[in-house]
């Protein structure tokens, strides 16, 4: 399932052909050019709606992640069982990733530019961030819930076990990107958090 942002204006425009160019060149590969020949605008309109490539990158990235964060709150407020809903809420990660199909790879490309161009780059360093931020909040606030109803030992690390929840889901997604089958992140993910969860409920 492709990438859409909702609008018919000159940025959803924008955002689309973003997608589309991103997806074939790959963020570093991408001109600003290239950009307003996909959206059939000239060059100086992109410059009235982002300030340069990497403004359009993020925005994009913020808004795609936005609509995820959306999707999960729904799935949270589904399941009232604090175990049950750690394991639906890393399954929904995992359905999500998979349905960006093709544009999946532009998070390699965001991991890479991030690590690799910080300071070239630092408004992707800082989206990507943010996100992890984000993440392992969530991901800390739901463990608290379940160690709380005795799903796991009061003494359990939330913070490394948030980390390593996440890692998890890297480790899983870039496997799965390098493997060229994403289909393996739906297929080993319960499993994989299952024996992670294990783990954490071991005395």
Same mark, same amino acid.
């Given at each position: 399932?492709?990438?859409?942002?909702?609008?018919?204006?000159?940025?959803?425009?924008?955002?689309?052909?973003?997608?589309?160019?991103?997806?074939?060149?790959?963020?570093?590969?991408?001109?600003?050019?290239?950009?307003?020949?996909?959206?059939?605008?000239?060059?100086?309109?992109?410059?009235?709606?982002?300030?340069?490539?990497?403004?359009? @990158?993020?925005?994009?990235?913020?808004?795609?992640?936005?609509?995820?964060?959306?999707? +999960?709150?729904?799935?949270?407020?589904?399941?009232?069982?604090?175990?049950?809903?750690?394991?639906?809420?890393?399954?929904?990660?995992?359905?999500?990733?998979?349905? @960006?199909?093709?544009?999946?790879?532009?998070?390699?490309?965001?991991?890479?530019?991030?690590?690799?161009?910080?300071?070239?780059?630092?408004?992707?360093?800082?989206?990507?961030?943010?996100?992890?931020?984000?993440?392992?909040?969530?991901?800390?606030?739901?463990?608290?819930?379940?160690?709380?109803?005795?799903?796991?030992?009061?003494? +359990?690390?939330?913070?490394?076990?948030?980390?390593?929840?996440?890692?998890?889901?890297?480790?899983?997604?870039?496997?799965?990107?390098?493997?060229?089958?994403?289909?393996?992140? +739906?297929?080993?993910?319960?499993?994989?958090?299952?024996?992670?969860?294990?783990? @954490?409920?071991?005395?």
């Amino acid at each position: 399932m492709p990438i859409l942002i909702a609008g018919s204006d000159k940025r959803s425009q924008i955002f689309e052909a973003a997608v589309s160019i991103f997806s074939q060149k790959g963020y570093h590969g991408a001109t600003v050019d290239d950009l307003a020949s996909a959206a059939g605008v000239a060059k100086g309109t992109i410059y009235n709606y982002f300030k340069n490539k990497a403004d359009i @990158f993020t925005q994009l990235y913020t808004e795609v992640e936005s609509r995820i964060w959306q999707g +999960l709150e729904a799935v949270k407020a589904e399941v009232a069982d604090p175990f049950e809903r750690i394991r639906r809420c890393f399954g929904y990660w995992c359905e999500a990733f998979h349905a @960006f199909g093709q544009e999946c790879p532009l998070m390699l490309e965001m991991w890479s530019t991030a690590c690799c161009h910080p300071g070239e780059h630092e408004e992707v360093r800082q989206c990507l961030a943010r996100t992890y931020e984000r993440t392992f909040a969530d991901m800390q606030e739901s463990l608290q819930a379940a160690t709380e109803a005795g799903c796991f030992p009061r003494d +359990l690390d939330l913070t490394i076990a948030s980390r390593a929840m996440c890692a998890l889901f890297d480790g899983l997604l870039l496997q799965a990107l390098i493997e060229g089958n994403l289909d393996n992140l +739906l297929a080993h993910g319960p499993t994989a958090l299952d024996l992670l969860l294990k783990g @954490f409920r071991s005395p």
